[in-house]
């Protein structure tokens, strides 16, 4: 079965269970790349790995009671997650893989994601399947982020790549990840093969005011597979990285370097 690294990654219940705590990072991207999709009312709108559901809900509101949305994600525990909260009739949570499924609810005027395309086996087959899924005039609009040097949320990421040892899901042999779709030009690349159009793109320089314990800790760091034995040295790093965006409040200013492109189908 395809993605099954990302599936068994995405329904594990501890970082489940800890997902609402990075929730308030990801949402500041809700703003830029809802108004990039340019939504109306009465649009359909799919929201492709919708996680709990909190950008689905917020394109619901703009499309209003007359349009619908449907926010489809392969983890079940996500989708779980999603249909725990508060939704309005206009929105359907979906168990799917959006690489290879049919997704029930289409053709959408709307595509749209929030840090939920970088974690396919098969990127060319996944927008391919979702360009199958677009209405005609329709756009992929997604936020992805950037590299991973102005994103320090991403503790766990930055220490594996200065050598901490880290866990890893299985992948396809393509790369995977929060940081895979920063390469611009390989993104335009997946997206011309799969049949859209070149992408413009957009960047955003957010920041995320919070406890730094809500960035970093060591039990999030040994949940995320950094080696035990050189655990203290790996979180003083991580502070010390963090140490310089403290404000006078004590707050971290933390940083988020997110863009959003967006792309019809090709004519
Ligand atoms: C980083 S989370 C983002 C969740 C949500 N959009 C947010 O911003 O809070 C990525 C989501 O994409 C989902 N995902 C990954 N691969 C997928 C696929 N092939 N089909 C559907 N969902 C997928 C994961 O299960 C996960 O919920």
């Known amino acids: 079965m395809a993605n099954e690294g990302q599936r068994t990654y995405f329904a594990d219940p501890k970082r489940i269970e800890r997902w609402p705590t990075r929730e308030p990072f990801t949402s500041h991207a809700i703003a830029p790349l809802l108004a990039i999709a340019n939504l109306h009312a009465g649009q359909r709108v799919l929201d492709v790995g919708c996680g709990g559901g909190i950008c689905t809900v917020a394109a619901a509101e703009v499309v209003g009671s007359t349009g619908r949305v449907v926010g489809a994600d392969l983890s079940p525990v996500m989708i779980g997650l999603a249909e725990s909260r508060p939704y309005p009739p206009s929105v359907t949570y979906l168990e799917a893989d959006v690489q290879e499924d049919a997704i029930p609810g289409g053709p959408f005027d709307r595509i749209i994601s929030q840090f939920g395309t970088m974690f396919f086996d098969n990127p060319v087959a996944a927008f391919r399947n979702l360009g199958a899924h677009l209405a005609p005039g329709g756009t992929l609009t997604a936020a992805v982020w950037q590299g991973m040097d102005g994103n320090l949320s991403f503790m766990a990421h930055r220490l594996a790549a200065r050598g901490f040892k880290r866990a890893m899901p299985p992948t396809g042999g393509v790369p995977q990840g929060p940081f895979a779709h920063s390469d611009r030009e390989w993104v335009a690349s997946l997206l011309l093969e799969a049949g859209f159009a070149p992408p413009t793109w ?29 655990i203290d040295e790996a979180i003083g790093i991580a502070r ?16 988020l370097e997110v863009q959003v492109y967006a792309t019809p189908l090709a004519p």
């Open 202 to 230: 957009q960047s955003f320089s957010l920041v995320h005011r919070c406890a730094l314990d809500d960035v970093v800790t060591e039990a999030m760091l040994l949940d995320a597979g950094i080696d035990a034995e050189r």
């Open 240 to 255: 010390t990285e963090l140490e310089p965006f403290r404000g006078a409040d004590g707050q971290i200013a933390c940083p």
